[in-house]
């Protein structure tokens, strides 16, 4: 077989068109059978939460001011439980 342009620039079109498909099907079967799979596990997961405090240190400016007060997580979060403030 002789390799000109046009049978390797259909070689590489049909391997691009192999190479969507094989993705195209992997998304379908994502999204249409294992959803319910996918969103139970999400749905488990979203019931427990931990708080992530931000690590503060104090930091200063010229004139000794404090540039990062600490503020209380209680009162820039929605959770429904208070949230942990540690003291000190």
Same mark, same amino acid.
């Given at each position: 077989? %002789?390799?000109?342009?046009?049978?390797?620039?259909?070689?590489?079109?049909?391997?691009?068109?192999?190479?969507?498909?094989?993705?195209?099907?992997?998304?379908?079967?994502?999204?249409?059978?294992?959803?319910?799979?996918?969103?139970?596990?999400?749905?488990?997961?979203?019931?427990? %939460?931990?708080?992530?405090?931000?690590?503060?240190?104090?930091?200063?400016?010229?004139?000794?001011?404090?540039?990062?007060? %600490?503020?209380?997580?209680?009162?820039?979060?929605?959770?429904?439980?208070?949230?942990?403030?540690?003291?000190?």
């Amino acid at each position: 077989m %002789k390799w000109n342009s046009r049978t390797r620039c259909a070689i590489v079109c049909l391997g691009f068109v192999l190479l969507f498909s094989a993705f195209s099907f992997r998304l379908i079967y994502l999204q249409m059978i294992k959803h319910d799979q996918y969103a139970g596990l999400a749905a488990e997961k979203h019931v427990y %939460k931990q708080p992530i405090f931000a690590e503060r240190k104090q930091s200063a400016i010229r004139s000794d001011k404090n540039c990062a007060p %600490k503020i209380y997580a209680a009162s820039i979060s929605n959770r429904t439980q208070p949230a942990f403030i540690p003291t000190g």
